[in-house]
């Protein structure tokens, strides 16, 4: 499975249509939709299509034909996304009626190929699954841990200052927690 380093946008013109593609983070997510509409008012459709790994480690997906005719969207566009073994990510199509009529198929596959430019454009990389650890150092020890954590590019951490410690929770791929507990 793969998953997208960062967001990325393309256009593709199908029929004088054009499809504005927005492939993000499931952590860009929420809300986007609604902005999109809003900052494309004269748009015909926002169609989305999504991804992701829920707690129990279980592949959740979802997508929206918003308006268009039932399955000739959102569908094609979750099935690039399964094709691709993209988790943990959703793509948003905004679409502007170009004047001529793709018909049901020609629809299904615009929608795919705006979605495939916009995974060709992307930067994939090898999804890992993340775990949190937590653990306590002494004051004297922050610039330390702080120094082994950028190291090992682990930069998803919070810490408590309590008043004999500090306690840390880290989130980050297993692999590198590993290295990091045996540091």
Same mark, same amino acid.
């Given at each position: 499975m793969?998953?997208?380093?960062?967001?990325?946008?393309?256009?593709?013109?199908?029929?004088?249509?054009?499809?504005?593609?927005?492939?993000v983070?499931?952590?860009?997510?929420?809300?986007l939709?609604?902005?999109?509409?809003?900052?494309?008012?004269?748009?015909?459709?926002?169609?989305?299509?999504?991804r992701?790994?829920?707690?129990?480690?279980?592949?959740?997906?979802?997508?929206?034909?918003?308006?268009? +005719?039932?399955?000739?969207?959102?569908? +094609?566009?979750?099935?690039v996304?399964?094709?691709?073994?993209?988790?943990?990510?959703?793509?948003?199509?905004?679409?502007?009626?170009?004047?001529?009529?793709?018909?049901?198929?020609?629809?299904?596959?615009?929608?795919?190929?705006a979605?495939?430019?916009a995974?060709?454009?992307?930067?994939?990389?090898?999804?890992?699954?993340?775990?949190?650890y937590?653990?306590?150092?002494s004051?004297?020890?922050?610039?330390?841990?702080?120094?082994?954590?950028?190291?090992?590019?682990?930069?998803?951490?919070?810490?408590?200052?309590?008043?004999?410690?500090?306690?840390?929770?880290l989130?980050?791929?297993?692999?590198?927690?590993?290295?990091?507990?045996?540091?």
């Open positions: 793969n998953t997208i380093e960062e967001a990325c946008s393309t256009t593709t013109e199908v029929n004088r249509s054009k499809f504005i593609t927005h492939l983070q499931m952590s860009q997510y929420e809300g939709q609604n902005r999109l509409k809003s900052e494309h008012p004269k748009a015909n459709h926002v169609v989305y299509a999504l992701y790994l829920n707690e129990f480690e279980q592949v959740v997906e979802n997508s929206s034909d918003d308006g268009e +005719p039932k399955g000739c969207a959102g569908v +094609p566009a979750l099935n996304l399964r094709g691709e073994e993209l988790i943990n990510c959703a793509v948003l199509i905004v679409r502007y009626f170009g004047g001529i009529k793709l018909g049901t198929g020609g629809m299904a596959r615009a929608y795919a190929l979605v495939k430019n995974v060709k454009e992307a930067t994939l990389i090898p999804y890992e699954k993340e775990i949190e937590r653990f306590e150092t004051y004297s020890d922050i610039d330390k841990t702080l120094y082994r954590l950028k190291k090992l590019a682990l930069n998803q951490y919070e810490r408590v200052f309590a008043i004999e410690s500090v306690e840390w929770a989130k980050g791929s297993e692999e590198k927690i590993d290295k990091f507990k045996n540091m």
